[in-house]
């Protein structure tokens, strides 16, 4: 099982260094024709050994797959068979037993969640060796690469493709120049704005970069590094006022999640989502259908419950209260020692205050009845609306005590640069970004590896 909150992320330093050989560092023998003699060979013999391992796993995977069904089907014959012996005349014996064994074989369970990752085919190809390099720069080891890792990290650079195809090479062309005059300076603020950086993090990012390339003359592909990292810090910034760094359900304790945002943005979607992704990494989840303000919320986060298999606690009544719903919710979890609860919350509410005051009482809720509880509060927003919906998301943030940002709809926007915005305008740090529809397309969000996607496709 893959547990993404146990990843490492944002190894800075090491991204100067190329990876450490493949003779040191891997188990597996990997044919090269000749020694590395550059970084980018090296990164290719990292590429190649972490691919080599994953198939390895892969193949030993299916291996032991085939051979515990070929045991499960033995002994549940054997059982047939010894039940049949004992209950039924000998001449039915035989047929009931082959009867029983096809129905046990069409049973067979089905793929299990966390291994359709590794069901996929897998092929060496340029983003699988982007998707190694950005690992090998965050001082990983190729033995310890996931299926999954890789995949995530494609559909994230496919899913940044826009944004970047908009920004990269004319950026590239105006900022290895030397110092920006005029020209550049404009031609760098029109790209970041259109890219939704929003103003004030394209302020900082000229004048950041300005002042550097006035200190000293950089070449463009070092301009470029020296410009991911100004974005890097605008993203890490907001992480300065929060104590929890790494935004991790707490082992042995009683985490809950409130999840706001305008109905649209991808909520309920990412409910699911982040059941799934807690459950896959190990926690025990339940989901509280809070958002009682519109009926059809109920239904379609009962439909994800049942997808992720996570207990969904819902109210039939219309109208009902979602504190009332979050209260009974609370109970379930307890009972059922859960260590995280999402709970939905109402997106469309009249006004700002009717917002506060359902927000604030499901708090009292929970500092009553789970005093104990650490709570978080989660902003889904809809990356394409770039500007558009900082402005709602202004209003939750002064509604909510927001810990962070879901940033949805990432993939195919051309609006990627607003993940800088909301990092700058609303002070607050992105914790998962979703690329995509699917149950796999959240992940917690890094970065480094945001800002690599975003210049270095
Ligand atoms: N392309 C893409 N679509 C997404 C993503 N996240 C959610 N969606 C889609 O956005 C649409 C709205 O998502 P919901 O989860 O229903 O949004 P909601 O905020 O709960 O809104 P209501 O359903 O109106 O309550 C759905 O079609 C989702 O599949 C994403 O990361 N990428």
Not at 290 to 310: C, I, L, P
Request: proline residues 4%; glycine residues 6%; charged residues 25%.
């Amino acid at each position: 099982m893959f547990n993404w909150f146990r990843r490492q992320f944002n190894e800075k330093e090491s991204s100067e260094q190329p990876p450490q050989t493949v003779e040191e560092t891997t188990p597996v023998e990997v044919e090269t024709t000749e020694t590395p003699q550059t970084p980018q060979d090296d990164y290719l013999s990292w590429a190649k050994t972490a691919y080599q391992n994953i198939q390895q796993r892969k193949e030993t995977t299916t291996e032991e797959s085939n051979q515990t069904k070929e045991v499960s089907i033995e002994l549940k014959a054997a059982e047939v068979a010894t039940q049949t012996e004992t209950k039924v005349p000998a001449w039915m014996r035989k047929s009931e037993a082959l009867d029983k064994l096809k129905a046990t074989a069409i049973e067979t369970p089905q793929v299990e969640e966390d291994k359709i990752s590794e069901a996929k085919p897998l092929s060496l190809d340029e983003d699988f060796i982007w998707s190694a390099k950005i690992l090998a720069d965050q001082g990983r080891s190729p033995d310890d690469i996931s299926q999954e890792e890789i995949d995530w990290l494609k559909k994230l650079r496919q899913g940044l493709g826009k944004t970047r195809r908009g920004l990269i090479n004319q950026l590239k062309a105006v900022v290895g120049q030397g110092p920006l005059n005029e020209d550049a300076v404009m031609t760098i603020e029109s790209l970041l704005l259109q890219a939704d950086v929003g103003i004030e993090a394209t302020e900082t990012i000229i004048e950041t970069l300005q002042a550097k390339l006035k200190e000293e003359a950089l070449p463009p592909e070092e301009a470029i590094a020296y410009l991911k990292t100004i974005l890097q810090d605008i993203l890490d910034q907001p992480l300065q006022n929060q104590n929890n760094d790494d935004f991790v359900p707490e082992k042995d304790t009683f985490n809950i999640w409130l999840v706001t945002g305008v109905n649209g943005a991808g909520k309920t979607t990412t409910i699911g989502k982040l059941a799934h992704l807690t459950q896959k990494s190990g926690y025990n989840c339940i989901i509280a259908a809070a958002d009682t303000f519109r009926a059809a919320a109920v239904e379609q986060v009962k439909v994800w419950g049942e997808r992720t298999n996570t207990p969904v606690i819902a109210n039939p009544g219309k109208n009902t209260d979602p504190a009332a719903v979050v209260y009974d919710a609370i109970s379930a979890a307890k009972s059922r020692n859960s260590e995280l609860l999402l709970v939905d919350t109402a997106g469309r509410l009249q006004n700002k205050k009717n917002l506060m005051d359902e927000l604030a009482k499901i708090r009292r809720i929970i500092s009553k009845q789970a005093p104990e509880a650490k709570i978080e509060s989660l902003l889904v927003l809809d990356a394409t609306l770039g500007q558009n919906g900082l402005r709602q998301a202004q209003v939750f943030s002064e509604a909510a005590q927001l810990s962070g940002v879901v940033l949805t709809k990432l993939d195919g926007s051309a609006k990627g640069g607003v993940a800088l915005a909301v990092a700058q305008q609303l002070n607050l740090p992105i914790r998962f970004i979703g690329v995509g529809e699917g149950i796999e397309d959240l992940r917690p969000f890094s970065s480094y590896e945001f800002v690599e996607a975003l210049l270095n496709g």
